[in-house]
């Protein structure tokens, strides 16, 4: 009997030996900078496939669907993931599992810290408590990324629920014309509901040679209700991709709450990405708050989308290139025909219109095909050539700016 024991222990310890022998190799597996980015974070993970995986699983939850008790697994383990680019930065990606009230805290703080939203949407119906599924993106290096993704992970399970007050039985009528005003732009009113449509024609979007309008959803609104003093709004961003921080920045500092973020539309070009938000709290306020995601659409902010061909668009990028010439310089100092740093190279609105004004961007020719600066779709060649287009059926061939 005593050998048998003795010969259990031995095999008790080589197990435990080998157990924690695995657990080493594991570890050591990690490269060292994602070693680092989990006891930065302090959260579990692991790396296969060239990614490390760091688990933010809702396990403090007790989630039920339709009465149906759900365990974490089941579609509850928030995650972020990173990966190697070729210059050797990292990729981060992820989707954070969050309450309600968790969501705009959350969001602010990857905004605040140069982490993209890139999507806000539910999983489930009749989920209770209802959570809500954020993707987020970021690019740098590892150690950085965790240090930026961080505050909004500390968040997840600590944010307070907010208490909301009573509507206001009494107050002064909407001034639905001093909501026009600060929204530059007039509306319609609908019983007890007043509402701003702004369409997205800069974008001349068409399906199948039809148009691709304002009454078919290609717009931004906002819906007013209530009384000057105590009001509530509710409304959708159109938004192109490079659009769509700059909005939600904008919606959070003047405290507006997004609620969703997605396409409405499958293969439309360019790739357009809708906005909902809510708010609640004086009009005019409000009011500025939707102005202010206004001015960082279309002419007011964003940069022109990319262009690899001749298309219906091209003369409205060059109305919308003249129109942003009358509004105020950004002040980054870096305009270039090729497009500024911040706006990452693309055809910046306001970069391309100082162009067009100077008669000259500075790199040495246009081309019909593109200058050698921009490559293919260079809005600055298009409207130098565009006389010369003109005048000759053959097209243009290369020539200097006037």
């Not at 790396?47 to 007790?62: M, W």
């Not at 590892?142 to 961080?150: G, W």
């Amino acid at each position: 009997m005593l050998c048998l024991m003795k010969k259990g222990m031995l095999f008790l310890f080589v197990g435990v030996c080998l157990t924690f022998s695995g657990v080493s190799a594991l570890a050591q597996d990690v490269p060292g900078d994602y070693q680092e980015v989990l006891k930065s974070l302090d959260r579990k993970g692991d790396y296969k496939a060239g990614v490390l995986k760091v688990n933010i699983p809702r396990s403090d939850l007790k989630i039920t669907i339709q009465g149906f008790s759900t365990p974490t697994p089941f579609g509850f383990g928030g995650w972020v993931a990173l990966t190697k680019a070729t210059d050797g930065s990292d990729v981060m990606m992820g989707d954070l599992v969050l309450l309600q009230d968790e969501v705009n805290p959350v969001l602010s703080a990857l905004l605040d810290n140069g982490i993209d939203v890139t999507a806000l949407h539910n999983h489930f119906f009749w989920d209770d408590p209802h959570v809500f599924y954020m993707h987020v993106h970021g690019m740098g290096k590892a150690a950085d990324l965790a240090r930026r993704v961080k505050p909004a992970l500390d968040l997840i399970g600590h944010v307070k629920p907010e208490v909301s007050a009573a509507a206001s039985s009494g107050g002064t009528p909407l001034d639905t014309a001093k909501l026009a005003k600060i929204a530059g732009h007039e509306g319609e009113q609908t019983g007890a509901v007043y509402k701003i449509t702004v369409g997205r024609d800069d974008l001349g979007m068409k399906e199948h040679g039809a148009t691709i309008n304002a009454r078919m959803g290609l717009n931004t609104w906002a819906a007013f209700v209530g009384t000057q003093e105590d009001a509530a709004i509710a409304g959708d961003v159109a938004m192109l991709e490079d659009e769509v921080t700059p909005v939600l920045k904008a919606l959070r500092k003047n405290g507006l709450d997004v609620v969703a973020i997605h396409h409405h539309m499958t293969g439309d070009r360019p790739v357009v990405i809708f906005l909902h938000y809510w708010g609640r709290g004086p009009a005019e306020k409000l009011a500025a708050g939707f102005r202010a995601a206004l001015d960082n659409i279309g002419g007011g902010h964003a940069g022109m989308s990319e262009h690899s061909d001749s298309s219906s668009q091209e003369p409205n990028d060059i109305v919308n290139a003249v129109k942003v010439t009358a509004q105020k310089d950004c002040g980054c100092g870096q305009c270039a025909a090729k497009g500024c740093d911040p706006c990452k190279g693309k055809n910046c609105h306001y970069c391309v219109a100082k162009a067009l004004v100077v008669k000259d961007c500075g790199c040495g020719g246009c081309d019909a095909k593109g200058c050698s600066m921009c490559g293919p779709g260079c809005d600055v060649c298009k409207f130098h050539l565009a006389p010369s287009a003109a005048a000759s059926s053959s097209g243009a061939a290369s020539t200097k700016p006037n």
